[in-house]
């Protein structure tokens, strides 16, 4: 991994915040336009425990707001990728991203995808959050209480 995008890009965030940003939804969608017009998929059940899910966590939080990816190839506002979860913001699953924040959501390229993500080539293909970006990426989900990662069901 050599590639690093350059701090104008990120605008302020971590590399790790900015790269969650409109990646491949888990079980939920946008309805609309706007970043509170979040939905739960008919069925969906949650990421982690694969109970039914009970609500929806945007990633990163909405208190970060939106990201403009701003590349050679064009502009993309970006909003927060979903995960369906079970619980609430101070229960279940929902509350282990928040609270203590023991889960920690990551997005891992495979190879050398970030570039392409980042130079607005993969954008110039895909819209925000197409699950096709599974075939360049996954996500990858740290436990802070035991160190370990795991993969959420998708
Ligand atoms: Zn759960
Ligand atoms: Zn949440």
């Known amino acids: 991994m050599s590639f690093v995008p350059d701090s104008g890009q ?37 990421a982690v425990c694969r109970r039914m899910a009970t609500n929806v966590h945007h990633v990163p939080p909405v208190s970060k707001g939106l990201f403009t990816l701003r590349t050679p190839q064009g502009e993309w506002e970006l909003r927060p990728a979903l995960f369906a979860l079970c619980g609430s913001g101070t229960t279940g699953c929902h509350n282990l991203f928040h609270g203590g924040a023991r889960y920690q959501p990551e997005w891992v390229w495979f190879l050398d995808y970030q570039e392409a993500w980042w130079s607005g080539d993969l954008l110039k293909t895909y819209e925000p959050h197409d699950p096709g970006l599974f075939a360049y990426g996954r996500w990858v989900i740290h436990d802070r209480n035991t160190g370990t990662t795991f993969e959420p069901w998708r």
């Open 10 to 46: 990120l605008c302020g965030l971590s590399l790790q915040v900015a790269e969650l940003y409109g990646k491949p939804h888990l079980h939920a969608h946008y309805a609309g336009k706007g970043v509170r017009t979040h939905r739960m998929d008919d069925g969906a059940t949650c």
